[in-house]
């Protein structure tokens, strides 16, 4: 532990019972100057209240145009550990399972190459290794590739597809999530390594309507796992449901957006032609209830997630497809709307953006897709709430 | 007539080399750049492995300023300068 940081508003973030990031880099500081520097700088953002860090320049490896984050420090010649602080975006696997044995590989090389400082994971998905000095770029490239391991995308191309545990561990997996996300991941490595798009395109990929990847909010395209016919219903679980006592009236019936579920003493009755599969009687009732047989996924297309302005959620663009190995009409798809974005896209416009632009029914036409009445505008909207619209000025007899 | 990838690697290259400083290019400027001079004689296919070429011979380099884009090799922590 270095006592000779003087870190007396970061030393306030180790107190209270909760885990604190502070805590975790002092550990290093002992060994590693660029911990200690690191800490310095931050404290003296909090002070000032202001950020020290500068990024962008240097993007990547050789021939590499994502990957890494160039970070610098504002002030070098006060914390000189953390003059240069880059990050690399390492490609995660599929639903992020990993071997103890991979985690040792990976927190070696990074011991030795970097800080020593990860985020488990990234919100891009990718593993993320914090603070490099340039010159170890190319080395820890090296030694991250003869492990097996890869860059994922940063800057103006596809992000690092990532997935859902999916059927690994989840029984509402509508498609095999790790499949795709494999797939698109080995089909698409020039266009995640070599940024050639207006803006940058991110595919998160959901099982099922709970969405657990937050497609539907921070991607530009959300795979997500759904079905088109009956809810499956276990009819003894479901009697075992009621006689337990549990208040189905309340927590599931009640719940239901539609109104289109139903009690008859221990049987269920579920209009699935108004089920908008919001997934809650399904989850209250995971023994009873399961999505239908008859499955695949709906494509979003439109989210990003800028914090406080600019957030929209994604738009239904394809209602149901189905998702199966060699995902040949996936690729089909995608390859149009990169094709048709590229053409008239403007820089720095996301596909959400683009598609606001241009027109629903043009972008459509673009890609050679029919309208649909499930194509609908809302509920895209800002996914951020922010209540100080609705508080009314004093003395006007508000609450 | 299909233009060499290794013809539009040097022309790119030149239009590079001109933006230098004035204007930074993505990979879709190129294209369209190239598309635009030789109309169905190029195809997007082309110029990708074009710019592999200026890419992987260290010619060009990507960078990011608010977007990615294709420059000549700068100095490095040019951010700091």
Same mark, same amino acid.
């Given at each position: ?399 | 007539? *299909? ?6 690697? &040097?022309?790119?290259?030149?239009? +590079? %080399?001109?933006?230098?400083? @004035? ?9 369209? *750049? ?6 169905? &004689?190029?195809?997007?296919?082309? +110029? %990708?492995?074009?710019?592999? @070429? ?28």
């Amino acid at each position: 532990m270095a006592d000779d940081l003087n870190t007396p508003l970061l030393d306030e973030l180790e107190k209270g019972p909760w885990p604190s990031f502070v805590k975790d880099i002092k550990s290093l500081a002992g060994k590693k100057e660029m911990a200690k520097d690191l800490l310095r700088q931050l404290e003296k953002s909090y002070e000032d209240k202001r950020g020290y860090w500068k990024h962008g320049g240097l993007v990547g490896v050789m021939g590499y145009g994502g990957g890494v984050i160039g970070r610098y420090s504002a002030l070098p010649d006060e914390f000189p550990g953390v003059s240069h602080f880059h990050t690399l975006r390492v490609n995660q696997p599929s639903g992020w399972f990993y071997t103890t044995e991979a985690l040792r590989e990976i927190t070696k090389i990074w011991d030795e190459h970097g800080s020593g400082l990860t985020n488990m994971h990234g919100s891009t998905g990718d593993l993320v290794l914090l603070g490099t000095r340039t010159e170890e770029l190319e080395p820890t490239f090296r030694a991250l590739t003869e492990k097996g391991w890869d860059l994922g995308g940063s800057g103006s191309d596809l992000r690092t597809p990532s997935c859902c545990v999916g059927p690994a561990r989840c029984e509402n997996a509508c498609f095999d999530t790790l499949a795709i996300n494999y797939n698109l991941t080995h089909q698409y490595q020039d266009e995640l390594h070599r940024p050639m798009f207006n803006y940058k395109y991110k595919i998160k990929i959901s099982g099922c309507p709970n969405d657990c990847t937050a497609a539907i909010a921070r991607s530009d395209m959300g795979i997500i796992g759904i079905w088109k016919d009956d809810i499956q219903v276990d009819a003894k679980a479901m009697a075992e449901y009621v006689d337990s006592g549990m208040d189905i009236q309340g927590l599931v019936v009640e719940n239901c957006p539609t109104g289109c579920i139903g009690m008859d003493g221990k049987e269920i009755n579920i209009d699935n032609s108004n089920c908008v599969k919001c997934m809650h009687c399904i989850n209250v009732l995971p023994k009873a209830l399961s999505p239908g047989k008859e499955r695949g996924a709906a494509i979003t297309l439109g989210a990003k997630a800028p914090i406080v302005e600019g957030a929209l959620f994604g738009s239904v663009i394809i209602p149901f497809m189905k998702i199966e190995e060699p995902f040949e009409e996936m690729h089909d798809l995608i390859e149009r709307i990169w094709e048709f974005w590229d053409e008239h896209g403007t820089s720095r416009e996301r596909i959400g953006e683009f598609i606001e632009r241009v027109s629903l029914a043009t972008f459509l036409e673009g890609i050679g897709e029919k309208p649909l009445p499930q194509m609908i505008k809302a509920p895209r909207d800002n996914p951020y709430v922010f209540y100080e619209e609705y508080f009314a000025e004093e003395g006007e007899g508000g609450k | 007539m *299909a233009i060499p990838v290794e013809q539009l690697a &040097d022309e790119m290259y030149e239009i +590079v %080399k001109e933006s230098a400083g @004035v204007k930074k290019l993505k990979g879709g400027d190129l294209t369209k *750049a190239m598309v635009a001079k030789y109309g169905d &004689d190029v195809s997007r296919a082309d +110029v %990708k492995a074009a710019i592999r @070429v200026l890419i992987d011979s260290g010619r060009c380099v990507y960078g990011y300023f608010g977007g990615s884009s294709i420059e000549l090799p700068h100095t490095e922590a040019a951010e700091n300068q």
